[in-house]
């Protein structure tokens, strides 16, 4: 489709994608080239849950208290700054974009993220930005684990990213080492197997829930990827321009 019908279709009907998948799947990578390609904003929900623990952190909150750490969601003051090329998180008067990523968060934060009360409250919240960019003529691309399946289950193009785990360990290697060294890949190996079993207890994001498509990228290039997703989104407009 010419980017200008594509622009004009968004403008009028909205888009709303949903995209889950592993760590090292490419998810980030891909959702926010698609956001800036699409002239649509960019929800990594896992910033979120990032931002949470460390809030909860700062405040002193004891993670493994449930219910303390879900009334902290509620009183979070975060900011969420959806710009795919530039996104940045800030909670009341510190930035958190970077300290977020640090590994005492990576080593936390599938505490909070099992927390059942607060996935609650995330899911409520963060379906609420993306439908409320879809009523602005405009558009989100979520990325995360639930993000086909409870946030937003009725979003126009649902997409379930996966990768062989040989691709997604150097992916995920590259990202916090900047090079495959054997040590690294080893270390990341370890990191990324006990996040994925603790984050698969509360979500299923290896097997696509009815009607979610699955794109593989273990052999696909970044575009070929992006190229992919942009044929449902295109498929999404022309079905729902056909229908109005
Ligand atoms: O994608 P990430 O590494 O930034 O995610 C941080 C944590 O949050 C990770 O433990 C997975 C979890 N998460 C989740 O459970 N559901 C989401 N929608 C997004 C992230």
């Given at each position: 489709m010419e980017d200008q019908r594509r622009a004009e279709l968004i403008a009028r009907q909205g888009m709303t994608i949903a995209i889950d998948g592993p760590a090292g799947s490419g998810k980030s990578t891909i959702s926010k080239k698609l956001a800036r390609a699409l002239g649509i904003g960019y929800l990594d929900t896992g910033?979120?849950?990032?931002?949470?623990t460390w809030f909860a952190l700062s405040e002193g909150i004891d993670l493994a208290d449930q219910t303390a750490v879900a009334a902290a969601a509620e009183q979070m003051p975060l900011v969420m700054h959806s710009d795919p090329d530039d996104p940045h998180y800030v909670v009341g008067d510190t930035e958190v974009t970077t300290a977020i990523r640090e590994?005492?968060?990576s080593e936390s934060v599938s505490v909070v993220a099992t927390n059942l009360p607060v996935r609650h409250w995330m899911?409520?919240?963060q379906r609420r930005r993306m439908l409320e960019a879809r009523a602005q003529g405009s558009g989100m691309i979520a990325e995360g684990r639930d993000i086909t399946t409870v946030v937003c289950p009725d979003a126009d193009v649902?997409?379930?990213l996966l990768a062989d785990p040989a691709a997604r360990l150097e992916r995920r290697t590259r990202e916090?080492?900047?090079d495959i060294a054997p040590e690294h890949l080893e270390t990341t190996r370890k990191q990324v197997e006990d996040r994925d079993a603790k984050d698969s207890t509360v979500?299923?994001?290896?097997?696509?829930a009815p009607g979610v498509c699955?794109?593989?990228s273990s052999t696909l290039t970044?575009?070929?990827v992006v190229d992919a997703v942009l044929a449902l989104v295109d498929a999404s407009l022309e079905e729902r321009a056909q229908r109005s």
């Open positions: 910033a979120m849950y990032r931002a949470l590994p005492r968060i899911a409520r919240e649902r997409i379930l916090l080492y900047g979500s299923e994001f290896l097997e696509p699955v794109v593989d970044i575009q070929g």
